[in-house]
């Protein structure tokens, strides 16, 4: 990477880490563009090299922080040695709810949004490095034992359901708080993938 290629990339990380913190702080509704470039100290101009507008942003930001949670989830699941689909994608979902436990702002921010986050990221980034965790998923299922039908199905169904269940259980504590609710959850996740069993 040349010095004009860091030096975009910093200004780029520096508006989306200013964003985060005004939002997570402030409020969607609350923060202006002329708020998040005046704190990241770089020009207006700069902001719309990048996005259209705050919305784009936030969209952005969504698919970029949700991005860093299952890429976190995989790194761990690639030093843990467990192995099949089903024992794969449970890591996964409680290392990534254990995260989100430890940072409710994060929680917040993405709220209901891990779907579009996870499977819709490219399209709203253009950034292939985005489609790492749903690559990572594909290679998983391949390795697995078992054949599957509409995997894509599967797992827009897995990732919707772990990441509405655990926003409210994490937050509401209901149906129950999250420890208690594990069991139920990853119960439901097992079916799901046994359901899409071809052979």
Same mark, same amino acid.
Request: aromatic letters at 12%.
């Given at each position: 990477?040349?010095?004009?290629?860091?030096?975009?990339? &910093? &200004?780029?990380?520096?508006?989306?880490?200013? #964003?985060?913190? %005004?939002?997570?702080?402030? !409020?969607?509704?609350?923060?202006?563009?002329?708020?998040?470039?005046?704190?990241?100290?770089?020009? &207006?101009?700069?902001?719309? %090299?990048?996005?259209?507008?705050?919305? $784009?942003?936030?969209? &952005?930001?969504?698919?970029?922080?949700?991005?860093? /949670?299952?890429?976190?989830?995989?790194? #761990? %699941?690639?030093e843990s040695g467990i192995t099949g689909l089903?024992?794969? =994608?449970?890591?996964?979902?409680?290392?990534?709810?254990?995260? =989100?436990?430890?940072?409710? *702002?994060?929680?917040?921010?993405?709220?209901?949004? /891990?779907?579009?986050?996870?499977?819709?990221?490219? =399209?709203?980034?253009?950034?292939?490095? $985005?489609?790492?965790? @749903?690559?990572?998923?594909?290679?998983?299922?391949?390795?697995?034992?078992?054949? @599957?039908?509409?995997?894509?199905?599967?797992?827009?169904?897995?990732?919707? /359901?772990? !990441?509405?269940?655990?926003?409210?259980?994490?937050?509401?504590?209901? *149906? /129950? *708080?999250?420890?208690? @609710?594990?069991?139920?959850? @990853?119960? #439901?996740?097992?079916?799901?993938?046994?359901?899409?069993?071809?052979?």
């Amino acid at each position: 990477m040349g010095k004009v290629d860091e030096n975009k990339k &910093k &200004k780029k990380e520096a508006l989306f880490n200013t #964003a985060y913190e %005004l939002f997570t702080t402030k !409020g969607i509704n609350s923060t202006a563009i002329s708020d998040i470039v005046e704190k990241a100290g770089v020009a &207006k101009g700069t902001f719309y %090299l990048y996005f259209k507008d705050k919305y $784009d942003i936030k969209n &952005k930001l969504i698919a970029h922080k949700t991005n860093e /949670l299952f890429a976190a989830a995989g790194a #761990a %699941l690639e030093e843990s040695g467990i192995t099949g689909l089903e024992d794969e =994608l449970i890591f996964i979902i409680n290392h990534i709810i254990d995260l =989100l436990v430890d940072n409710k *702002p994060l929680l917040n921010f993405i709220s209901k949004n /891990l779907v579009m986050g996870a499977l819709r990221s490219t =399209l709203l980034t253009g950034e292939n490095s $985005d489609r790492e965790f @749903y690559e990572k998923f594909l290679g998983l299922v391949e390795q697995d034992s078992y054949t @599957y039908a509409d995997v894509d199905v599967m797992l827009f169904t897995i990732v919707e /359901l772990a !990441g509405s269940a655990g926003y409210n259980s994490i937050l509401y504590n209901e *149906p /129950l *708080p999250i420890e208690k @609710y594990k069991p139920f959850l @990853y119960r #439901a996740v097992r079916l799901i993938i046994k359901s899409h069993r071809t052979g």
